[in-house]
């Protein structure tokens, strides 16, 4: 490319455009990078699946001894 700077014609662009990309909009993979689908992140379980919604709370006379453990 004549009249064009070295370190210009390294600079990653956009696929969609061909913009080129400033170096924060340039990810980095250290060892390896792995491509997540949509539908890959969909399958994967919630992390609150595993709680307790507390609907409401009652008196302790009003709930029979034998749920609390003591008999």
């Known amino acids: 490319m004549i009249g ?4 210009e014609t390294n600079r990653p662009r956009a696929e969609r455009d061909g913009a080129e990309l400033r170096d924060d909009e340039v990810g980095k993979g250290y060892d390896q990078v792995i491509p997540v689908t949509d539908e890959e992140l969909a399958e994967l ?3 609150t699946a595993k709680t307790v919604d507390t ?6 006379s009003s709930v029979d001894s034998i749920r609390l453990g003591q008999t």
């Open 45 to 47: 379980p919630l992390p």
């Open 4 to 7: 064009r700077r070295a370190h």
């Open 55 to 60: 609907v409401a709370f009652v008196d302790r």
